[in-house]
Every structure is written in C-alpha cells, then in structure tokens.
C-alpha cells in the first residue's frame, strides 16, 4: 500500500545503504529515506535518479521544492537560513543542494551535518554531487548521510555493458535493434549516454520498431550513409585510391570519424568471417559479395592482429586517449586492408 502522505515521515535507517540504480526503485517503493545523496559524472543517470526521488517524494506529500547551487562559502549562509524557516504554508518540502565539486568544505560540511542531524519531519534533503574522490567519500557529511539516509553513487556504464544498456533503452521505446545497428550506436556514443538517448528518441520519432545500421545511419547523417556503405565496399574490393579518396570526402565534409571507422572495422570482421569460416551477413547486393570474394582471397596474406589493433588505436584517437589524427590512422587500416600497406596522403 502507499504510505499516508500525511503520516509518512522518512526514517533513519539501522544500518548504512549505499543504493545501485538497479535497486534504487525498489528502495523508493518500500520506503522513503530523510537524506539522499546522489553523486556521479554521467549527467543522465544521475538525474534520471533525482527525478526517481523527487516523484517519490511528492508522492509522500512533500509538495514544495527549494533548489540551492553552491557556488562559494558564502552559499552555505543561505542554506542555513532556509533550513531555519518553515515553509509559508505549511507544506512539506524537498531541499536540494547541488554541489558540482562534491567538496563541501568547512562551512558546508557543517551545515550539511546539522541539516542531516536536525530530524526535520517535514524536510526531505536531497544532495546532488560531482563523482566523489577518496577524501570527500570520507568526509563527515558523507557518513551521516550513510548513517540517516542512503547514498547513490553512479558509475559510468563500461563499454562492455553498453551495447545491453542501449538495447534495453529501446526497448522501452519499442525499438528492437539489430546488431549492426547497435554497434553504430555504441561506437557513436560511449561516455556520452545523453547523446545515446536523444539518438534513440529520433529513431522512436522515424515510427519504426526494427531498427538497422542503415536506419542508424540515415537518422545520424543521411547525406553520408551511402558514402560510408561505398568506403567499405571500397576496402574490401582492394580499391586503395578509391578508398582513400572516400575517407578524404568524407573527412572534409564533417562526418563523424566513428562511422568511417564503423564501415572499415565491419570490412575487417567481414573479411575474417569469410576467411575462416565463421558466421557473416549475406551481403546486400551483387557487388558487394564481388568484393567480399576479392577480399577473401586476400585474406591469407592480411594480419588480422595488427588490423584489429589499427582499428583500436583509431578508436582511442578519436575518443581523446590517445595522441594522433584517426583520420590518417583510418588511412593506414585502409591501406593495409587493401594489402597496399604505403598510403598516399589524403587529400580531398
């Protein structure tokens, strides 16, 4: 049953809860906690985890909601000062403090404590933070809200967990990805689960449940998609300058690196597939099985290492881990797929 919002009160807890976003909705239907502190640097889930908060909440009857932003010591004065004062009408209420360093300081670490320790039936505490570093986790206020109240430390989804993450997303939307369709997407949108969700909600608002990498494509950039298909078709056939002509183009008309480098790593596990036996897509049309048979009959003479390895330095480059252009990195993974391991320079 939902609790009576005029005799539901947040409790204490016996012992400390440190809540996962798995649990927390469980959590927020058995009971509502007086403090919860919501910490992370992936903007989405941790407010996705508010709004959860906030809903339960109201749903308990505190209907009024003040929004405090520390941005120096002299912040905290305010805080106090509305922590002293009943709400105008009675209500009852969501305080919450964001706190983008997660630092609170002297002055903050003393007010956060006695708002924590001041039992306000009527005050619902809500501390949203910065990811937390060993000395803040450790910090006082931190400890009693572990002691009173539950904390949500939110975790980055891993690279390995976000193809599963992206499909159960859609899901929700009533979209069913294909393989392809996910690898686009992951390649598109790791460290940045904004981006993946906005990417799904165009591909809800296109109307279709099946979704696949040309669907993918068309939605992120419609005047590229047949250039990229055309790049890797390019590679697989061994037509070195076309290739490096296309990667040029497509470099100088602003296409996203993760899609040139999306046609090249499928030309590689395509060209493996056929190599060694393993389970591969029909290919689309005539030509394009004409050169996946040229690329298979190459194939002996390839290093698949050292491909998979070009392809992933490629893909640090693009994502800032590691130094260099992914652009001529591409180049080279072009080249050396083509089994014409010199490039020429990429030139429009």
Sequence with gaps: MR????????AARETPLKLTLDSLPRELAQRLSPVYLVSGDEPLLCGEAADAI????????????????????????DVRGSAANLSLFGSRRVMEIRLPTGKAGSAGGAA??????????????LILTARLDRDAQNA????????RGAWLPVWPIESSRLPAWLRARARTLGLNLDDEAVEILAARTEGNLLAA?????KLALIGTGAVTADTVLGSVADSARFDVFQLGEAVL?????????????????GTEPTLALWALTKAVRDTWNAHSGGAARAPAWQRQAAALAQAQRRAPRLSFRGLVQRAARADRMIKGRLAGDA??????????LCDKPTPQPLRA
């Design 197 to 201: 969700q906005q990417e799904l909600a």
């Design 140 to 147: 006082e206020w931190v400890r009693a809200v572990e002691a």
């Design 54 to 77: 906030r809903a339960a909440a109201r749903a308990a009857g505190f209907t009024e909601r003040e929004v405090h932003f520390i941005e120096r010591a002299g912040d905290w004065a």
């Design 3 to 10: 609790p009576n919002p005029k005799n539901h009160r947040p």
């Design 327 to 336: 652009w001529d990195e591409m180049a080279l993974l072009a080249c050396e």
């Design 112 to 125: 956060l404590n006695a708002l924590i320790g001041a039992n306000d039936p009527d005050t619902l505490l």
């Design 237 to 253: 056939a061994g037509h070195t300058a076309r290739a490096l002509r296309m990667l040029a183009g497509l470099r100088a008309e």
